[in-house]
């Protein structure tokens, strides 16, 4: 801010009095710390549904199971009941929660439902071995519940149980150790599991139906699909065809980057790109069977230019788009 203001006055924009006064106040205003309670908020929340399992567990021979079961399932219904008479009427639109508290409050009853339909798996059985069946039912719960109370944190869970139903675990260390796409099914999941999401996105924006959940929509798709297209390149035979199926959802995220004015998409765009071209590149190195030490130096002068490279579009293309 002091540079703005600083430019602002050396180019004759501002009074040298006003930009005086934008100084003092710049450097007099409260410091809002809205998003560290939040964040303290959640953190809260998610740490007492951690330790409620955790007492439960160590004390299952004393408590019984009947009586936590029961417990859990009036916490649950308890926070629902609270938010289903406190919320506004739905609305296809962004709307702003009726209190504090409420967010806090549907997300512990979200937490506590689930555990709850686990545990009556885990000690009950009720689904025998339809493991299926106990994923997808917390799942359109926790769709439906996102919908109705216009929560993004809800619907990236639901996203996730439904990623689960499909037969894939949305977390880093699945994904990059664990090959989740290790076979040609998984990765054909990913990319149904892709176009739904992105075409869930882009069906709520273009009919103005909760329209600001398109990017999380467009986030899991695009991810989730260009990670399964660059482990399908990595592992499968003539991998380097199946890199090509990443260029529209490159494409995609650039042009949602200008569109939207977001340096986030278009970063993500760059790098998924800059890896796939790195590959063609290392790809065709190995193949030309050439003088190791030559393509060695080839390949980090590569490196190097491509970094410079990277900092400048980045840089050029995001001023153009703002």
Known sequence: MKHTIKHLEANGLVTEAFASELKTYQANKPMSIFWHIRTLMYLGVTLLATGLGTVIYKNIDTIGHITIVGIIGLLSAGCFYYCFKNAAPFQPDKWASPNTWFDYILLLGVLLFITFEGYLQF????????????????????????????????????????????????????????????????????????????????????????KHFDFTYYNFGFHLGAIAVLVATFNFKLGWLWIFLIAPLVAGAFYYAKINKSFYALLCAFIYSYIAVTYLIIKGCISMGADSILWAYLLLMYFIGSSIFAIQFLRRTYKQMI
């Open 123 to 210: 000690q009950y059985n009720i689904f025998g071995d339809r493991y299926g069946t106990a994923t997808i039912i917390p799942a359109a719960v926790i769709f439906g519940l996102a919908y109705r109370f216009d929560h993004l944190g809800l619907l990236s869970m639901g996203i996730t149980l439904f990623a689960s139903w499909l037969g894939i675990t949305l977390t880093p260390k699945s994904l990059l150790m664990e090959s989740t796409f290790s076979d040609v099914d998984a990765v054909q999941a990913g990319f149904i599991l892709c176009a739904i999401l992105i075409g869930a996105g882009y069906l709520g924006a273009s009919k103005n139906f909760k």
